[in-house]
């Protein structure tokens, strides 16, 4: 058996990376590979009991770089796991200098870096400081994953993509899981007394990268065009407070929901009628590729690859136009309700996660890109 340990830094539910770690971890053959996390940040809410359910663990150490007790402890963990495993699977792209140095030392095993976004980070200070430790990136003897061509493109650079050095895993989901029900659509829209309204959603974490405010500025002229129209927001993250301040101001209270996180997001896109997804950067957002499997007219923003433009449904829209521009847009697709079908269309577009899981494993038995 082959034994995978993820970098990554946190388990928690609410992580977008951790999300496309499990949806991978839930369907390859356990059998052949299996999947440990070493995790430098904890958390209650998190993936811990699914895993050790599957027969993997989580080791926890601080967070690398933070102090020399840190630099001891990451030391001690790789000198005492050497043979343990066939792959060191790095999502923590700003590290990878350093942890592919310590799998060097420590003849540790394969070592792939797998980029995840198209951005180093929201924070300018923190985004200079990753763009620097990134740069030996490509000097390294390293595999490469990327989630997108564009995510490729952003680390890795179009030269290493164009020449297959660079192995593109789609954050594939489990299309079928997603497919329109109207049964669980009456469900949720009578739960929230909202059987009759134009139901906009949204799934993210409030963070900056979301773009919240855009999104909650365009529902504010699209319910003054169509005044029976609600926006439901899902996730959790450090701006829930501010937004919910923005709405107050906004005189939005009662049309706009915020959900927090929710572990049946397939049962909610069913009770929408569009998805806004007006982030300010992405690698390849999960959330649009569920959205459009359930059915949705989607709306992304032109900083998103239109790699994840899966339906004729789906439209990238620019975010210079400003908000407005949105709102006047989503009214053309309010009529637009055939569903069903949808997500055959995504998993034939490479997006399902039973292909895509057979690829990774293959990857990993190959011991990487040839």
């Known amino acids: 058996m082959i ?25 390859i053959d356990r059998t052949l590979i299996q999947f440990d996390f070493l995790c ?8 811990a009991d699914e895993i050790a359910s599957y027969g993997g663990r989580i080791y926890y150490v601080k967070k690398p770089g933070s102090s020399i007790e840190a630099m001891i402890e990451m030391n001690a963990f790789f000198k005492k796991n050497k043979g343990q495993y066939q792959w060191l699977h790095n999502h923590e792209v700003y ?28 924070n300018w200070l923190n985004a200079r400081r990753n763009q620097l430790l990134c740069y030996p990136i490509a000097l390294m003897r390293s595999n490469k994953i990327a989630c997108s061509i564009a995510a490729g493109e952003f680390l890795y650079g179009k030269r290493m993509v164009q ?13 079928q899981k997603y497919r329109f029900n109207h049964d669980k659509r009456a469900e949720i829209r009578s739960s929230l007394s909202i059987q009759d309204k134009l139901v ?37 993250g450090r701006l829930k407070l501010t937004m919910q301040q923005k709405v107050k101001a906004l005189g939005l209270e009662g049309d706009v929901f915020f959900l927090g996180q929710q572990n049946d997001i397939q049962d909610w896109y069913q009770a929408m009628d569009l998805f806004w997804l007006p982030s300010t ?20 923003a032109d900083t998103i690859t239109k790699e994840v433009e899966l339906l004729d449904t789906t439209k990238h829209l620019t975010l210079k136009k400003g908000p407005e521009f949105w709102a006047l847009e989503a009214r053309e697709k309010v009529n637009i309700i055939k569903r069903e079908d949808a997500w055959r269309k995504v998993e034939n577009a ?21």
């Open 95 to 122: 590290l990878s200098l350093y942890l592919w140095k310590l799998a060097e030392h420590h003849n540790f095993g394969n070592f792939v870096i797998h980029s995840h976004t198209t951005r180093y980070s929201d």
């Open 200 to 236: 906009v959603g949204h799934v993210g974490r409030f963070e900056k990268q979301k773009n919240h405010d855009f999104l909650i500025e365009s529902f504010y002229f699209l319910k003054k065009q169509y005044s029976k129209s609600v926006l439901l927001l899902i996730g959790s």
């Open 281 to 300: 950067y992405e690698g390849l957002p999960m959330a649009a590729v569920e959205a459009q499997a359930s059915g949705l007219p989607c709306f992304l």
């Open 40 to 47: 430098f940040s904890q958390c209650e809410d998190s993936y």
């Open 350 to 370: 490479g997006f399902g996660i039973e292909r895509a899981s057979v690829a990774l494993q293959r990857y990993y038995l190959n011991e990487g890109v040839k």
């Open 3 to 27: 034994r995978v340990l993820h970098f990554v830094s946190t388990p928690a539910i609410w992580s977008g990376v951790m999300s496309v770690i499990m949806n991978y971890y839930r369907h």
């Open 163 to 175: 020449q297959n050095k660079v192995f593109v895993l789609y954050n594939a989901i489990d299309c």
